[in-house]
Nanobody
Framework: QVQLVESGGGLAHTGGSLKLSCVTS????????IAWFRQAPGKEREGVSCIFSTDGSTYYADSVKGRFTVSTDNAKNTVYLQMNSLKPEDTAVYFC?????????????????????WGQGTQVTVSS
């Protein structure tokens, strides 16, 4: 059974930090891109960051560059998103997702159509 389970969300103050985890099971991890997306109420789903599990290559949306860091623990099939210097506009439900296709190299994309498997999300709320 394919599962992606996010955790680590919660309430933070502006300037604070949270670390999200995405534990995957039942699917191949190597040679795939794992991404973090977020969706705020009334807004479209937005790509935040992605990582290529094979070599750790990363990509970030401009809105989080320099504040968020994505990483993996391949032995645990887990992806993390360290979020620092949080802002109220970071408030959203955060999802992790695994790409449709296995790749030989990193092709960064934050297009949700390129991702087949999704978690249920974890709420992040940043108060001003």
């Amino acid at each position: 059974q394919v599962q992606l389970v996010e955790s680590g969300g919660g309430l933070a103050h502006t300037g604070g930090s949270l670390k999200l985890s995405c534990v995957t099971s039942g699917l191949h991890f190597g040679n795939y891109t794992i991404a973090w997306f977020r969706q705020a109420p009334g807004k479209e789903r937005e790509g935040v960051s992605c990582i290529f599990s094979t070599d750790g290559s990363t990509y970030y949306a401009d809105s989080v560059k320099g504040r968020f860091t994505v990483s993996t623990d391949n032995a645990k099939n887990t992806v993390y998103l360290q979020m620092n210097s949080l802002k109220p506009e970071d408030t959203a439900v955060y999802f992790c997702a695994r790409s449709n296709l296995a790749m030989l190299g990193f092709t960064p994309t934050l297009d949700p159509r390129e991702y087949k498997y999704w978690g249920q999300g974890t709420q992040v709320t940043v108060s001003s």
